[in-house]
């Protein structure tokens, strides 16, 4: 069984930045695509960005391109999520996912889910 652990979130203003850091428990997710969803209150969970095993490839939900980065280290087991230019809308827990491919990750097609990471932007 793969775990996923989100860490980085918090309480920030409007305009600022946080970078997520999720961790697997396993090497074996290093040969994997990895992603992330978020979910704001009453709203359904939604594609954020992902990355190819290889970190060669990205994929990102267009309310993020430009402000997002994802990225990975696999010699850590880790995947990144930099956020800049935050904005209330971005509001939500924040999964870390591991998947396929960074298009089946995008249509959620998900093999392993993280417990999430609350981010929060006032405005």
């Known amino acids: 069984q793969v775990q996923l652990v989100e860490s980085g979130g918090g309480l920030v203003q409007a305009g600022s930045s946080l970078r997520l850091s999720c961790v697997a428990s396993?090497?074996?997710?290093?040969?994997?695509?990895m992603g992330w969803w978020r979910q704001a209150p009453g709203k359904e969970r939604q594609f954020v960005a992902a990355?190819?095993?290889?970190?060669?490839?990205?994929y990102y939900a267009d309310s993020v391109k430009g402000r997002f980065t994802i990225s990975r280290d696999n010699a850590k087991n880790t995947v990144y999520l930099q956020m800049n230019s935050l904005d209330p809308e971005d509001t939500a827990v924040y999964y870390c996912?591991?998947?396929?491919?960074?298009?089946?990750?995008?249509?959620?097609?998900?093999?392993?889910w993280g417990q999430g990471t609350q981010v929060t932007v006032s405005s």
């Open positions: 996912t591991a998947g396929t491919g960074v298009r089946a990750i995008g249509g959620g097609d998900i093999g392993y």
């Open positions: 396993r090497r074996t997710v290093s040969s994997s695509a």
């Open positions: 990355i190819s095993d290889s970190g060669g490839s990205t």
